[in-house]
């Protein structure tokens, strides 16, 4: 009986952990508003830069809209990060409302 209680226990405290990192660990999508992207190789380097912030799964950049979507584990990094990371690559942008 004593060793039902502690099995139960258990299994419940790693349930309990699996949904609390469920809620915390969530992909995110923005769209940036990417201004100085004057030539079509400009988005190369705004894809590169996003893509390399740590938590950014996948990164969508038009160079006819002048925009990059940007989808992200919220866990891991933050629009700061990406806005800073196109900053960094010479393209400031801000996140579309």
Not at 8 to 25: E, I, N
Not at 61 to 87: H, N
């Amino acid at each position: 009986m004593l060793k039902s209680l502690f099995i139960a226990l258990g299994l419940g405290g790693v349930l309990a952990c699996c949904q609390c990192s469920a809620v915390h660990a969530a992909p995110r999508t923005v769209t940036l508003d990417v201004s100085g992207m004057t030539c079509v190789t400009c988005p190369i380097t705004v894809k590169k830069s996003l893509s390399r912030v740590d938590g950014v799964e996948s990164v969508d950049v038009s160079f006819k809209d002048k925009q990059a979507t940007v989808t992200f584990d919220d866990a891991k990094t933050t629009t700061e990060a990406l806005t800073r990371a196109t900053a960094d690559a010479g393209f400031s942008s801000t996140v579309r409302p």
